[in-house]
Each structure stands twice: as C-alpha cells, then as structure tokens.
C-alpha cells in the first residue's frame, strides 16, 4: 500500500526557513517522479515544485522560484522541500504527491500545515 507522510511544518517568522519532508512507502520511490503542491484557502490548490526521476526540478509557481528547493534522496525513500525567506503568502498546507505514469498525480499525502507570522 502506497504511503506518502509529510513532516516539518510549523509556525515560522517572515523571512526564516523550513525543510519539509515526505517518507514514501509502498512503492518504489525512484521510478516516480514526485510533486509538492500546496493549499491555502485564498489561492486554492497550487503546485510548487516537481522533481522527475533523474533529479531534474520543474517549478511551477514563479513566488517559490529562487526561494524553495526540492530535492530527493531515493536512498532513504524521501522528498525535500527546502523552503527560505518565507513569506505570509507561503502559509498553505503542503501535500507531498506521487505522480502517475499518465502523468495526474495518483497519491497523496495528509499534508502538513505552514504558518508564516510575526
């Protein structure tokens, strides 16, 4: 059974930074390619970042671009989001999901909540 659990969320300061993680079970994790993708209720769903299975990233939201970082270590089935200079804007629940051979993502994770404030 697919398992996708994120960690490292919390309550942070504008301009400090968090390292999100996602520890992927049930599958093999290196053949996927891998989003994070985040929800906030006044923006809706947006995707992040997408890393394929060679380790080359994709950004989809140009406010993340040269301030988050996603990267993955198929050693330890894990995905990374490196995120600096937050911004109040940044605070979302962030979702680790697994993209399937159509290209949809397939499977997600419960999320993990990221506040940014003062």
């Known amino acids: 059974e697919v398992h996708l659990v994120e960690s490292g969320g919390g309550l942070v300061q504008p301009g400090g930074s968090l390292r999100l993680s996602c520890a992927a079970s049930g599958f093999t994790f290196s053949l996927h390619s891998m989003s994070w993708v985040r929800h906030s209720p006044g923006k809706g769903l947006e995707r992040v970042l997408t890393i394929n299975t060679s380790g080359e990233t994709a950004a989809a939201a140009d406010s993340v671009k040269g301030r988050f970082t996603i990267s993955r270590d198929n050693a330890k089935n894990t995905l990374y989001l490196q995120m600096n200079s937050l911004k109040p804007e940044d605070a979302a629940l962030y979702y680790c999901?697994?993209?399937?051979?159509?290209?949809?993502?397939?499977?997600w994770g419960q999320g993990t909540q990221v506040t940014v404030s003062s």
């Open positions: 999901a697994r993209i399937s051979g159509s290209r949809s993502y397939d499977y």
